[in-house]
């Protein structure tokens, strides 16, 4: 949730600490049941990302949207960890969603530009996702929610 000038991708490119930085990529889609955004399907526009060595990054996809609620723009994404690994699949693979997803907050907040933030359950904790090459990721099932200062 942001209600300043600056797009959740502006701040996130500015304001984290370490320095998640723009990239490219495939994109995500997701349908948007919330209430007054409708419930179409929408794709990720922009990708940061935060290397951790040569095969190893984390990214965030940001899907807008289009809607305020309670007075702020909402911004959705997905976090994840890929390895890239020519032996196994020709490509990346996903390798977890929590890590990539605490990296981001705590980058966030050490950049001081997150207001509040707090966690819920959104799955079954060990619910299991796909990783992009036949295999298997699971997650603890918890999302965050941010809020950004304005």
Not at 91 to 114: F, H, I, K, Q, Y
Request: glycine content about 12%; proline content about 5%; charged content about 20%.
């Amino acid at each position: 949730m942001s209600n300043g000038a600056e797009t959740p991708f502006q701040d996130a490119v500015t304001e984290t600490s370490p320095r998640w930085k723009p990239a490219l990529g495939g994109w995500l889609v997701a349908r948007v049941p919330t209430r007054g955004c409708g419930a179409n399907w929408q794709g990720s526009e922009q990708q940061i990302e935060l290397r951790i060595n040569a095969v190893t990054r984390r990214h965030f996809k940001f899907i807008p949207p289009g809607c305020h609620w309670k007075g702020q723009w909402l911004t959705l994404g997905e976090a994840h960890t890929d390895v890239y690994d020519v032996g196994r699949c020709g490509g990346d693979r996903m390798t977890d969603l929590d890590a990539a997803r605490d990296a981001l907050l705590t980058s966030l907040v050490a950049g001081a530009v997150v207001s509040h933030f707090e966690y819920r359950r959104w799955s079954a904790p060990g619910s299991a996702f796909p990783d992009g090459c036949g295999g298997q990721t699971t997650s603890d099932g918890r999302v965050a929610y941010v809020w950004l200062q304005g």
